[in-house]
């Protein structure tokens, strides 16, 4: 379709979209590393606790990005990890199973990885490529601290191990600090044995009632910035495109991770580009397990449709905090009807248009113009608020104009806005309830027939009954000069569970 760039860009290196870049603190033209294939990694969850409507954040919008880079044409290879054992997963499971935890401490991150799955399946997330997870990763990151340790980057001690950060002079680069400003902030740390106070653990020795694995140098478990080195290259090799997570892992998650991998492959930054999303605030600071202003992904979605916190959150720039109020999301689930709206009046203009008309039709004109917009705004470092309100305009102009005009259009026309509205609706992972049931829209036809009927009777109140029955079922009707539209309210066709 004219102007449009969907599926332009299979094959191809160079990107309309510009990014900006944590590791070079500057908006950056995307280049892939390899034609037509988009890699990128994103730090997952500690499966310790329900998921937050904060981590659910950072999960839409990468998932957002990769449906833009779908949407342009590339393959995508997306992983996203688990690390699945962890000092707050052991104390969680200690808590809960006391003497047993040893035995039953998976059964924690067994419990939020399924639920994971649960919210993210409501939220349309597309599946990843891969969810490794640390526990079945641990020889690979045995081979790897081997590695370090031969090359003199890594140091036993009293059976850990540590990264040895003077190995790597340009430590602090990546997040923009000095070594001497953070080794003069490091807090003193509890375990002795490490060379400088910036180093960090690789490998963590074995401590009464935790779990295991062997080693050569003790039975113990790997260290997070290793962990997230070691499974993000060997889904995507090294070098990939995009790396991300929240803004809280800069520094000294994605810092450490950065200096692992330099030492490895001998490249300043192991991934290209470096994304980083902003917080989701509650009462003005971070929502976070530890301060308990936290609303679980769980309870937002039993009040509201997936396809609704999607949209929230893209109204705020993923770069921007975001406060998380219930009154926000309840404002975006109207907006979200309005999209809802256009769509059905569109497929019902369809079914009664004219079937003549070309491409210079100006409603044509109008609805490619708003999908470029769209993609401006997403080229424009993922400028999603933007993109939206775009898309909002375009429903707003069919719920207030196309809508009157119905017997004047064409069917090459709607189709057109259609698409457009389909091709956002890809991208935001909106309108993924458009497909209503044939004999549901046959009886909904056929009520706003009699209606009509009793219409031309003049049995207004008989009329108004069917109206208000019909609303009673989330159909809602729209009189539109002679004719008459209706769209249905997919909150009450399908009321989340
Ligand atoms: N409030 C938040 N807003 C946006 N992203 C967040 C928020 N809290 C955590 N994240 C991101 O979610 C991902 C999973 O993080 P993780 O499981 O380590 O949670 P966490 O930071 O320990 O959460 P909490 O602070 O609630 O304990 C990371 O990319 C992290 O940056
Ligand atoms: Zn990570």
Request: net charge neutral; charged share 25%; proline share 4%.
């Amino acid at each position: 379709m004219y102007g449009i760039s969907k599926d332009k860009y299979a094959g191809a290196m160079e990107l309309p979209l510009s990014i900006f870049n944590t590791a070079t603190k500057s908006m950056e033209k995307v280049t892939l590393l390899k034609a037509g294939l988009a890699r990128g990694y994103v730090c997952g969850l500690t499966p310790q606790s329900s998921m937050h409507v904060g981590h659910a954040r950072t999960i839409v919008f990468f998932d957002v990005f990769r449906r833009y880079l779908e949407y342009l044409g590339l393959d995508t290879r997306l992983v996203t990890n688990f690390t699945d054992v962890d000092d707050k997963i052991i104390e969680k499971a200690k808590q809960e199973f006391g003497g047993e935890a040893i035995e039953r401490w998976y059964d924690v991150p067994k419990r939020y990885i399924e639920e994971y799955f649960k919210v993210v399946d409501a939220l349309y997330v597309r599946r990843a490529y891969a969810y490794p997870k640390v526990t079945d990763n641990i020889g690979d990151m045995i081979k790897w601290i081997e590695m370090l340790i031969r090359k003199n980057a890594a140091y036993v001690s009293n059976g850990s191990v540590y990264f040895d950060i003077s190995r790597v002079p340009d430590y602090g680069d990546f997040s923009g600090q000095k070594i001497q400003d953070l080794e003069a902030g490091a807090r003193v740390e509890p375990e002795p044995g490490k060379k400088g106070s910036l180093d960090f653990a690789l490998w963590k020795a074995w401590k009464e009632g935790e779990p295991w694995w062997s080693s050569p140098w003790s039975p113990g478990r790997p260290g997070w910035h290793l962990e997230c080195v070691t499974m993000s290259t060997k889904y995507l090799g090294a070098p990939f495109d995009f790396h991300g997570g929240g803004q809280d892992l800069i520094f000294p998650h994605h810092e450490n991770e950065v200096a692992i991998a330099r030492i490895a492959f001998g490249v300043k930054y192991f991934a290209k580009y470096w994304m980083h999303v902003g917080y989701v605030t509650m009462g003005g600071e971070k929502m976070s397990k530890s301060v308990g202003n936290v609303i679980t992904a769980k309870e937002a979605l039993s009040r509201h449709d997936g396809e609704a916190l999607r949209l929230y959150y893209m109204m705020t720039h993923y770069r921007k905090p975001m406060e998380f109020t219930v009154e926000g999301l309840d404002s975006v689930q109207a907006t979200l009807r309005g999209l809802y709206a256009s769509y059905d009046y569109v497929v019902q203009l369809i079914n009664e248009a004219r079937d003549e008309g070309g491409t210079d039709d100006e409603l044509v004109k109008t609805a490619v113009d708003y999908m470029i917009k769209i993609e401006q705004a997403l080229n424009d470092d993922m400028n999603t608020p933007q993109a939206v309100s775009n898309l909002v305009s375009l429903s707003n102009y069919v719920n207030s104009q196309v809508l009157y005009k119905g017997d004047k259009l064409t069917k090459y026309a709607l189709s057109t806005v259609l698409n457009v509205l389909g091709y956002a609706g890809q991208i935001f992972g909106i309108f993924n309830r458009t497909m209503l049931p044939p004999k549901l829209v046959d009886a909904v036809n056929a009520m706003i027939k009699v209606r009509q009927r009793l219409r031309e009777a003049k049995l207004f109140d008989a009329a108004d009954e069917i109206r208000r029955e019909l609303e009673d079922m989330g159909v809602v009707i729209n009189d539109a000069g002679k004719r008459t539209y209706w769209f249905i309210d997919r909150e009450k066709l399908s009321p989340a569970s």
